[in-house]
């Protein structure tokens, strides 16, 4: 049975991917910072922000046959102008959503090599090509997320590995409950598909990427809706 | 056999068959990363996931890549075969 990890597994897009990867019939194993008790899959706590935390959840992976993929989920947001955003939140967006995805690929990355092929598959948002407004940091550690993607597709392409990006609209999880419905519909409107995303988009291209027939799709970001 | 001794025939016999070099001809002063290495970076990480193995199933102790004390490129321990040996026969036992 193959092994997926999925960080930010507690809820949101993570928690989704995690139980249609249940559903599917692979060993999920979820990390999060507050696990749900009630996941029907196993979770680890960890912090994806702080590597060692990460190497210490994901320690006996990374050296585990079993492990196909690695799904980064993991992601915070918090939208401000960037002359009022305080240095901790600055920090705090930038290592999880940049670093997290980092500390996770180094620990995970060993499995996938050695067994000669696998996915990573992280998350960046339509909000890089879109630029919106308010959302400074966010789209600056997504956009890491995005070069570090491509470069990392190229040094894991000799070992059967494709790593790529996934860049949800706004989707309807916990990271954008606080946001105000008409900015959600102004974001909606500039996409080239004008309608709210689910979820269920989403993982449509969770499993695309998975599968066997995309193993030539390396290195790739996907804006689900169009940007 | 000193722990030394064991990592090294290791890692030759490791980069003998990356390379398909006979085993005579690799040394411990053979260069795993910079000018005249002899074997390239995707070659590199499966060598150092082989070591990882290693420091594990014979020596008992772990071996970290991304650890600042073993990468940092003042005294990289990746330089050749002897350097990396050497740093496998002194890691901490788990």
């Known amino acids: 049975m193959d092994t997926v990890i999925v960080t930010g597994a507690s809820r949101g897009l993570g928690r989704f991917c995690a139980d249609q990867l249940l559903a599917q019939g692979y060993r999920v194993v979820g990390l999060g910072r507050t696990p749900d008790p009630k996941a029907g899959f196993e979770i680890r706590e960890a912090d994806v922000a702080d590597s060692e935390s990460v190497a210490s959840a994901l320690k006996d992976l990374r050296r585990d046959p079993t492990v196909y993929a690695l799904i980064n989920a993991a992601g915070i947001a918090s939208m401000n102008l960037v002359v009022t955003t305080p240095a901790e939140t600055v920090r705090r967006i930038v290592e999880t959503n940049l670093l997290g995805t980092i500390f996770c690929c180094q620990q995970i990355a060993p499995a996938l090599i050695k067994r000669g092929s696998g996915r990573i598959i992280n998350f960046s948002t339509l909000g890089v090509p879109l630029a919106i407004k308010g959302e400074a940091i966010y789209v600056a550690s997504k956009a890491g997320v995005e070069g570090f993607t ?36 102004a974001v909606v409107a500039q996409q080239i598909i004008p309608r709210q995303g689910t979820p269920l988009d ?17 290195g790739a970001v996907l804006n689900v809706g169009g940007a | 056999m000193s722990d030394y001794a064991k990592a090294e025939e290791f890692i030759r016999n ?18 795993l990363v910079g000018t005249g290495r002899v074997v390239d970076s995707a070659d590199l990480v499966m060598l150092l996931i082989a070591a990882e193995d290693f420091a594990k199933e014979t020596l008992g102790a772990t071996f970290d890549w991304t650890s600042d004390s ?24 788990d």
């Not at chain 1, 990392?152 to 105000?180: C, M, Q, S, Y």
């Not at chain 1, 989403?202 to 390396?218: A, G, K, R, T």
């Not at chain 2, 490791?14 to 053979?30: D, H, K, L, R």
């Open chain 1, 202 to 218: 989403v993982w449509n291209i969770v499993s695309m990427l998975l599968s066997p027939e995309s193993s030539m799709i390396s």
């Open chain 1, 150 to 185: 491509r470069v990392f597709a190229r040094e894991l392409a000799a070992h059967g590995v494709t790593v790529n990006a996934i860049a949800p609209g706004p989707i309807e999880t916990a990271l954008i409950a606080k946001v105000p419905k008409d900015k959600v519909d």
């Open chain 2, 70 to 93: 073993a990468m940092s490129e003042a005294r990289s321990v990746l330089r050749n075969v002897g350097s990396l040996s050497k740093h496998l026969s002194e890691l901490p036992r």
């Open chain 2, 14 to 31: 490791e980069v003998a068959a990356i390379t398909g070099q006979p085993f005579e001809q690799i040394s411990s002063s053979t260069v």
